[in-house]
């Protein structure tokens, strides 16, 4: 049933009258009377005699004969809330999209033909000739086991493997030739991406190969009629293959054989709705419940796909180190030795003159430029000029912001206006730029290089691709367009932003933002260059310079292991008021070797614990807190208290 409390998290027995019989079928919506009241609820299951010794109910309406829950959704569904100590009607309000009656009224269009797939010749005989046709590897063969990946998912067999992609690598493209090899093994693909210019990228892609009609995309921005019309022809089996953002994580793929997801590092993978599941580790349940092969991939590498990878669940994908030196850009820092000895200023210089000749020579040269910039807008933080001191709001002690050259100083939070504002500390009355945004930074460089065409992109506006010629492109992390024929360099600016955040995966998070920006720079044998103003002996530094996220990825996770950090250990944190948290704590029957940790302050006048067990203690720790939840809404606690396993931010 459709209710959210934890102390229902179960199957309920319902009779079903005769009238209702034909269309009382497994996966259907379904109305039943609970508790006096008319409820929406799933039908499961019909089974001859139920268990249950008392009286039972009838079933009040089948809302449509759709069955849109497939059983193997259903099972996945369960897994995932028991995973995340969350509810089973909250998995499923996330795994199937709302009912539009009207687009199941529309008559069925029979799906397209497929064309025919890209494939070369299998030598030999016996078993080999008798298997259908290899797809091209084309661009795989970059990876020494790219190849015998592709044919292993033409085989049918469930190969998994963790993908570190070169620079200028076509991502999109390699992802299509793994679909069409699952095709050809006859099962269907799921491919996962962040946001939306990533799925046009891939849905191009597809559609170049495969040819129209034989995917569909599932996303949120699609709209009401146009998700659940996707949604419905995955669920009749009209299509194979489905590509989405993670709203397509629970897609009906009939016959599933490959689970995708490119750059599980962004956290737009993370769902922020109750109970809070990632994409991945959706999709990697999905491949060990139903026996598919499976792909994570992006330009970095994550400590959960590091894990992965050590732990022998996977094998990773990488290419040689003599493919890696001639594909990857030049790459230099600003903060090493023999920079320094050059421009002494370079330490604390916002456009060191490596950056500033480099960005010059490459415009000379009639080529783009990428400036990638972590803070968005003009200046998003000020401080007082004479004393230092950071300018805060009056009224409700926010962050005061510029937002234009000659805009007042305002609050981030509150949106007051502080034209009269003074340091409280000197009383003095000039502010002074104390983090620099990305406009702000593209009029500097439009100073600075008079008559360059300069171009910006961010939440504003978020350019997909910039054409060739001289031009500067001011981009935060994550909207940086893609330029016809690469970018001549790429500059990495104010990397004390991203190193010094107090988050655990500051230093993988600022890696895989300038390994997405470097993979954009022309590859070495046209000149592309890098310029990342920071301190060379820094390890993401050097994992940048070497092109090496394996091993960054590698030593993050010994660190994580050695302090007893996600993904080494579980973790879960418990947030709410302090007397609803010192509750559910109380009621949990937690795991041997269980530590809580906190409290700490949390938004909104609440407190966080942290609870963290050994891995092989998960699922133990996932359903204490659960029969906790459900504990307190047997009693009607008033108080909420928010469950997340494995939070993205422990901080």
Known sequence: MDVPLPHLDRPFDYLVPAGLAADAVPGVRVKVRFAGQLVDGWLLERVDASAHGGRLAYLEKVVSAEPVLAAEVARLARAVADRYAGNLADVLRLAVPPRHARVEKEPRTAPEPPVADPTVPVPGGGAAARRRAVPDPRGWRDYPAGPAYLTALADGRAPRAVWSALAGEDWAARYADAVAATLAGGRGALVVVADARDLDRLDAALTALL???????????????????????????????????????????????????????????????????????????????????????????????????????????????????????????????????????????????????????????????????????????????????????????????????????????????????????????????????????????????????????????????VPAGASLVVATPGAEPVAEGGYGAVLLLDSWALLTRADLRAGEETLRRWLSAAALARPAPAGGKVVVVADGALAPVQALLRWDPGWFAARELAERRELGFPPAVKMASVTGGADAVADLLAQARLPDGAEVLGPVPADQDRERMLVRVPRSRAAALAEALHTAAGVRSARRAADPVRLQVDPLSLF
């Open 211 to 465: 040819g129209p009609g034989r995917h569909v995309t599932l996303s949120a921005a699609l709209g009401p009629a146009r998700r659940y019309r996707a949604f419905l022809a995955v669920r009749r089996g009209d299509v194979p293959v489905v590509i989405g953002t993670r709203a397509a994580m629970f897609a009906p793929v009939d016959r599933l054989g490959l689970v995708a997801i490119w750059d599980d590092g962004d956290d737009l993978h993370a769902e922020p709705r109750a109970p809070y599941p990632h994409a991945r580790e959706v999709l990697l349940t999905r491949a060990r419940l139903g026996e598919a092969a499976a792909l994570v991939g992006g330009w970095t590498r994550t400590a959960e796909g590091q894990l992965l990878v050590e732990t022998g669940w996977a094998r990773e994908v990488v290419a040689d180190r003599a493919t890696l030196r001639a594909r990857t850009p030049a790459i230099a820092p600003t903060g090493d030795d023999p920079q320094l000895a050059r421009d002494p200023g370079a330490a604390t210089a916002r456009l060191p003159s490596l950056a500033w000749t480099t960005a010059r020579d490459t415009l000379r040269a009639d080529a783009p430029v990428l400036v990638q910039v972590p803070r968005r807008g003009y200046l998003p933080s000020v401080s007082c000029a004479d004393c230092r001191t950071p300018a805060r709001c009056p009224h409700c002690a926010g962050p005061l912001a510029l937002r234009a050259a000659d805009a007042p100083p305002a609050c981030r939070w509150c949106g007051r206006v502080a034209a009269a504002y003074a340091c409280p500390q000197c009383g003095g009355r000039r502010l002074r730029a104390a983090v620099t945004g990305a406009r702000r930074t593209a009029e500097e460089l439009g100073r600075a290089f008079p008559g360059v065409p300069v171009r910006t992109s961010g939440r504003d506006e978020v350019l997909t691709d």
